[in-house]
């Protein structure tokens, strides 16, 4: 079974960790919320506190397939500052394996030198945080092995994107059928 791990910090936008993690599941990925805080409960950025599946475990981590950063702020800031997590993404990209990012997640892909020569979109007016890349406006992004989305209002086909790259285009139409999403 495919894995997929959203890391939550503290502040991350709900609506972009909770959609991926919700339409993943049911594609039959083993999604998981990854705690960087040092206790299974994250606050979001609206306040809303989530019980994450495990705290965060490099060695563990390193087996999954698709590595997933939700934005919000401060969330996308703290993300940015895990020198191991940052690590992690380095490893995983290296590998081949998925590293998406949305809304000022994708900061974070820039910052670790991951963009280079890459299209990427982010959250309207941080463009300048994708160092490396060209930056673009599209809902969704894929470029080899990164997939960047640009806000909370794209979370669902942000989602599905993350599903046609794990499960294949099939999966993806099914569950957008499944929730009515056109």
């Given at each position: 079974?495919k894995?997929?791990l959203?890391?939550?910090?503290e502040?991350?936008?709900?609506?972009?960790?909770v959609?991926p993690?919700?339409?993943?599941?049911r594609?039959?990925v083993?999604?998981?919320?990854?705690?960087?805080?040092?206790?299974?409960?994250?606050t979001?950025?609206?306040g809303?506190?989530?019980?994450?599946d495990?705290?965060?475990?490099?060695?563990?981590?390193?087996q999954?397939?698709?590595?997933?950063?939700?934005?919000?702020?401060?969330?996308?800031q703290?993300l940015?500052?895990?020198?191991?997590?940052?690590?992690?993404?380095?490893?995983?990209?290296?590998?081949?394996?998925?590293?998406?990012?949305?809304?000022?997640?994708?900061?974070?892909?820039?910052?670790?030198?991951?963009?280079?020569?890459?299209?990427?979109t982010?959250y309207?007016?941080?463009?300048?945080?994708?160092?490396?890349?060209?930056?673009?406006?599209?809902?969704?992004?894929c470029?080899?092995?990164?997939i960047?989305?640009?806000?909370?209002?794209?979370?669902?086909?942000?989602?599905?994107a993350?599903?046609?790259?794990?499960?294949g285009?099939?999966?993806?139409k099914?569950?957008?059928?499944d929730?009515?999403f056109?």
């Amino acid at each position: 079974m495919k894995q997929a791990l959203i890391f939550l910090a503290e502040g991350f936008e709900e609506m972009e960790a909770v959609t991926p993690l919700d339409l993943l599941r049911r594609a039959g990925v083993d999604a998981k919320f990854v705690s960087l805080s040092g206790t299974l409960h994250v606050t979001g950025s609206h306040g809303v506190v989530y019980r994450a599946d495990m705290l965060f475990d490099r060695n563990l981590a390193a087996q999954a397939d698709m590595f997933i950063l939700p934005g919000g702020m401060p969330g996308a800031q703290h993300l940015q500052d895990h020198v191991a997590l940052g690590e992690l993404l380095k490893t995983a990209y290296a590998a081949g394996k998925w590293v998406c990012a949305i809304c000022a997640a994708p900061m974070v892909l820039g910052h670790l030198g991951l963009l280079q020569g890459k299209k990427a979109t982010i959250y309207p007016g941080m463009e300048a945080r994708l160092i490396g890349a060209t930056p673009v406006t599209e809902c969704v992004c894929c470029d080899g092995n990164i997939i960047t989305s640009r806000a909370p209002g794209t979370a669902i086909p942000f989602a599905l994107a993350l599903i046609a790259a794990l499960m294949g285009e099939d999966a993806a139409k099914a569950i957008q059928s499944d929730i009515v999403f056109d």
